[in-house]
Structures are given as structure tokens and as C-alpha cells.
């Protein structure tokens, strides 16, 4: 049963218990009050509904976002194929900074024909609905390898304002924990506001043995999920409280990951963000894996992975063209966000980091090219397609990536710190200044991981 289905059978239930029909020729009051008792069902059955369809759904033909969906995969197929703007029959698809994504498409090692098929396939988009307080629609491609999510203008102005300094940060540090976007679009239906949505990889691929995942902000405040009941198919994303009394077990790896969450955290920092989170899942490693892991072999094709993925701009220099344009076309639909000033990334040199169980010399790595490993502070990655969110520790493989860097500090973020200073004195809560937000974030790595 659909949402718009529930809404209309619960009010027609409504109307025959109370004896209230909305009549064309009705008094001025009962209109008002139906109005009113309209809009209050509406927000109880989104509330309700929405925390009892937690999880993955398929955009069928019977889900109300079924023709949406449809129109995005045929704009996708059409506009991949071109350049900036495409228009087939009842939308118009635009793509923003299209070779930048594409150079960074290509430093992941995801073919343009893997992508084209992934989000233009013949199978369904899925919906995701979780507990997350966003407004934003979440979509996965049928094969779960790709994360579409709906911004509002403000988010993709901001975005594009600060695309270079974010292709910048991940072409000095390749195996950032940063969600990688992948694309910026728009669509516009006829007689519809026009939605803008990115594509980024999904952190959580591939999820086939992942059964806990976790949305960490490093606060206390609001931060506990109740988890699913035993055999339960409810995706629930936990969080911070939930996460209480356990550790992440990297043993090596472990103070790369603190060093490098202290230097993702800088960079956010610098553009005086907040409220980003780490997405964190774990699964235990098979006994094949595990011997696999330590495997001459497999250590070497590590390295070797390692040392050759590109950075975004090696073939492609982190231009935006025309980026001008798109901002004054954006401009008219902005909403306020308050102070939004953007300081400059911040440089933050990662210390030491654990070679592990290979010497890298012994795949005849230059002292140049070992340098360059240090420098840009890199790790030996494993073999599997999203390799830079994936961190193998001794008994568990952890899903680790940073999201939802889109929430600047500006004049609505400090009321609302100054509103909650108030209502939870001494306590930890999401809405601080960047600094203490960064500091706090880090923080929690430092205390959770062994």
C-alpha cells in the first residue's frame, strides 16, 4: 500500500467518523477547519508511515515515486551521452562540471560504460528511506553501486562554489574517506519544480553480508536508534549511543585512520562545515579472505593498486567551466542560508603510516615513488571495486566514509547553537562551531578505534 493510499483511506475513515463532508457551497469555517484537519493527518501519516517503511523498496509501477524515478534514468541515458543539456519528451536534463566528474570517474576506475549502465539499467531504481532527519530523497541504482540523492539549490550552490577545492583535497590525498561524487544534475518536468540530485558510490558496496550500519557524528544528543528486532528486514541506520562499549579493531591500520580522519576533518573545517558524518558497517572476513590477505601475491597487486590509481586530476585539471553560469542560473532559486563565508582548504600533513605487512621496495617501488606514498598519505588498499571506503582489520572488514558536507555554520546554525546551549546545558550536541565540531569528530575515532 502506497502512501497517497494510506492518506486517502485513513481520511475518508476520518470523515465518516466525525460526519464532516467537504461541500463546494460549505461555510467559510468548515473550510478553514478542513484545511486544518487536512494538513494534521497529512504530517500523522508521514510520520508514521515513514518509521514503519524503513529500508530498501523498489520503484515499481504500484510506488508513488515510480514515474520520477523513470524520467531520471531516461534523462541519465540520454544526457550521458551527450554533454551539458539534453531534452527528450517531457524533461529537460542538465549536467553540471561534467569532465571534472568524468576525470574523477576515471581515478576510481569506473568505466563510463560501467556508469552509463549502472544508472540507466533495465531494473528498477530503489528507494531508501531510513531515520535520518534529511529531507532528501535517497536512491540506489538496482545493482546498489551508486547513491542518487536529491539537494536542495542551496547545497548544489555550494557544492559548485567549492568543487575545486574538494578535487584539489582528493588529488593531494587519493584515498580520502570522502564520498566521491560522481555527477551533478538537474531535471525539470513541465509544470514541476526543477530537482537537482548527485550521484555519489555508495559506502556500504557491496552489502551482501553487511547487517549493522552506523551514523556517527561524535555527539550524544538525539544520537540513539532503536534497533531492529532479531530476523527483522528493516534497514536501520544506528548511531552514536548505539555504538556505546564497542571499538573499530584495525591494529596496524588504526593510526592511519585516526590521521586521516584528522586531515578529511581540516579540510571541512576550512569551508566552515558541520553535521557531516562518518557511515561506518562492518563483515567478518572469510577464512579464504583472510589467507588471501596475506598472500605475496595479493599484497603485491595491493601495492601495485595502491601506488597507480591515479588522483582526479592527472588527465583532467579540476576546471569547472562555465561554473559562473550555473551559479547565476542557481542564484534565483536560493534560499537563505545566512553567513556562508569559505575560507581557504587549510593545509594539514598527515603523519606516518603503517606500511603493514609489505615492504614496499620489494615490488621495486623508486624512493621517489615511496616518498610520494608518504606524502600523499597513503595506504595499501584491497582489491575490490569501492577499495578507498573498504578497510580490512584482523578479523573484520569495515565500510568507512565521510558524507553529507553540505551544512554551513551561517547565521540559522548559530541561533539554533544558541537555542540548544539553552535546552541541553553541558551536553553534546550535533549544531557547534566547525572547530569544535572537527575536534570532537576526531575525537571519537581516537577513543573508539584499537
Known amino acids: 500500500m502506497t502512501f497517497h493510499t494510506t492518506l486517502e483511506l485513513f481520511q475518508d475513515k476520518m470523515d465518516k467518523r466525525s460526519g464532516l463532508r467537504l461541500c463546494h457551497f460549505g461555510t467559510a469555517r468548515r473550510r478553514r477547519w478542513w484545511g486544518l484537519r487536512r494538513r494534521w493527518i497529512y504530517i500523522y501519516i508521514t510520520f508514521t508511515f515513514t518509521w514503519r517503511m524503513l529500508g530498501v523498496f523498489k520503484t515499481n509501477q504500484e510506488h508513488d515515486l515510480c514515474s520520477l524515478t523513470c524520467l531520471m534514468k531516461e534523462g541519465l541515458h540520454a544526457v550521458l551521452q551527450t554533454s551539458n543539456t539534453t531534452t527528450v519528451p517531457d524533461l529537460e536534463m542538465q549536467t553540471f562540471a561534467g569532465p571534472v566528474f568524468a ?10 560504460e560501467e556508469y552509463h549502465r549502472s544508472l540507466s539499467s533495465d531494473g528498477c531504481y530503489l528507494q531508501f528511506i531510513s531515520n535520518s532527519k534529511s529531507k532528501a530523497d535517497f536512491f540506489l541504482t538496482n545493482d546498489k553501486r ?18 575545486k577545492a574538494y578535487m584539489d583535497h582528493l588529488e593531494k590525498y587519493p584515498h580520502s574517506l570522502m564520498v566521491r561524487f560522481l555527477g551533478l544534475y538537474s531535471i525539470q518536468i513541465p509544470n514541476k519544480t526543477k530537482k537537482y540530485f548527485i550521484v555519489m558510490q ?19 544528543v538525539g544520537r540513539w536508534t532503536d534497533p531492529a528486532s532479531t530476523g527483522n528486514p528493516v534497514t536501520k541506520i544506528l548511531k552514536d549511543n548505539n555504538f556505546e562499549g564497542k571499538h573499530i579493531i584495525l591494529d596496524k591500520q588504526r593510526s592511519w585512520l585516526v590521521d586521516q580522519v584528522e586531515i578529511d576533518s581540516a579540510f571541512l573545517r576550512s569551508l566552515n562545515v558541520l553535521d557531516y558524518s562518518i557511515l561506518l558497517a562492518h563483515q567478518p572476513l572469510h577464512q579464504d579472505e583472510l589467507d588471501r590477505k596475506h598472500s605475496f601475491s595479493n599484497l603485491t597487486m595491493r601495492t601495485v593498486k595502491s601506488m597507480d590509481q591515479d588522483s582526479p586530476a592527472k588527465e583532467d585539471p579540476p576546471t569547472i567551466p562555465l561554473l559562473e553560469g550555473y551559479s547565476a542560473r542557481l542564484a534565483s532559486d536560493t534560499i537563505d542560508n545566512g553567513s556562508d563565508h569559505v575560507q581557504n582548504t587549510g593545509e594539514h600533513s598527515g603523519h606516518g603510516i603503517p606500511l603493514q605487512e609489505i615492504n ?5 617501488c623508486t624512493d621517489a615513488e615511496l616518498l610520494e606514498f608518504q606524502a600523499h598519505h597513503r595506504r595499501l588498499l584491497p582489491n575490490l571495486k569501492n577499495s578507498v571506503h573498504v578497510i580490512d582489520g584482523p578479523k573484520l572488514r569495515y565500510f568507512v566514509g565521510i558524507v553529507d558536507f553540505f551544512t554551513v555554520y551561517g547565521v540559522k546554525k548559530r541561533q539554533e547553537n544558541l537555542w540548544k546551549s539553552l535546552r541541553f546545558p553541558g551536553r553534546a550536541f550535533s549544531t557547534v562551531s566547525p572547530a569544535t565540531y572537527s575536534q570532537r569528530f576526531c575525537q571519537w575515532v581516537k577513543d573508539h578505534t584499537k
Do not use: A
Open 202 to 220: 555508495n559506502v556500504f558496496y557491496p552489502d551482501e553480508r553487511i547487517n549493522t550500519r552506523y551514523d556517527i557524528k561524535g555527539c550524544e
Open 146 to 163: 551508486f547513491f542518487l540523492k536529491t539537494q536542495n539549490t542551496r547545497e548544489v550552490m555550494f557544492f559548485l562554489s567549492n568543487l
Open 360 to 364: 614496499l621496495h620489494s615490488v621495486n
Open 103 to 112: 576525470g574523477l570517474r576515471r581515478s576510481l576506475d569506473i568505466t563510463e
